[in-house]
């Protein structure tokens, strides 16, 4: 059988095993409950501490960073549930690279316990991949992590109307001065976004720099304000 079918067969499997048997945390084996992560593991990941709002890195007092006063990204607002940092580096890899898309859910729920109240915001956008990544991965990460926010919040999902035109290489592994060029035009908006407070969500946030060339794409179709609200941040710019 095809691998493609053999993962989804896979996957049914693993997920009607989950529901009728007890977990065992997928950090330390422990027995879990229902839940993926153990309570003394979920307690010791490392949660992001308030930072600048606009980027979400360390700041103090809370107010803008030094970069995002020198040189203001598109974006608004930025929030991230976790620190980019192991063990939860593992958990985001597992689920990307090898598809165990049960941690989606878990993502949205640690994303969603972090705020009193779910943003406000009139569209929930997931970051696309470019079609050959998509085909190659078979699922945009994002748009999973996306999913059970739009449900739980009510703010309605808009997937497919903004693509990535190509894929880049990742930021990180490019000096500074290549990131923007490398970055730019990478994405296209096909919907009006006139007046929308546009809510993009992300599996992990490196450098900012493509978030923020989408965010500079969603400001051009017309996207009043743009936050990020991401899964892990890496903890200083350079990193990850
Ligand atoms: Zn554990
Ligand atoms: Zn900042």
Known sequence: MPATMARG?????????????????????????????????????????????????????????????????????????????????????????????????????????????????????????????????????????ARPLARRTGIPLLAGAVIRVRETPPQASLPWAERATNIHGAFACAADLTGLRALVVDDVMTTGASLDEFARTLKRAGAASVENWVVARTPTPGGG
């Not at 049914?12 to 529901?19: C, D, F, I, P, S």
């Not at 065992?24 to 490392?46: E, K, S």
Request: aromatic share 8%; proline share 9%; net charge positive.
């Open 9 to 145: 067969w896979q996957d049914r499997l693993a997920g009607m095993l989950r529901a009728a048997l007890p977990q065992i945390c997928a950090l330390c084996a422990a027995p879990a409950g229902t839940a993926l992560v153990c309570a003394a593991c979920d307690r010791a990941l490392q949660r992001l501490p308030p930072g600048c709002p606009q980027c979400a890195l360390p700041s103090t007092h809370g107010g803008l960073c030094g970069q995002c006063l020198s040189a203001p990204p598109a974006f608004d607002r930025s929030q991230s549930a976790f620190v980019y940092a192991f063990p939860l580096d593992r958990l985001v890899q597992a689920f990307k690279y090898h598809g165990t898309l049960a941690w989606a859910g878990w993502f949205a729920q640690a994303m969603l316990a972090q705020r009193a109240r779910p943003p406000a915001a009139d569209v929930l956008i997931p970051v696309p991949l470019a079609r050959d990544r998509q085909r190659e991965r078979g699922f945009n990460q994002a748009l999973e992590i």
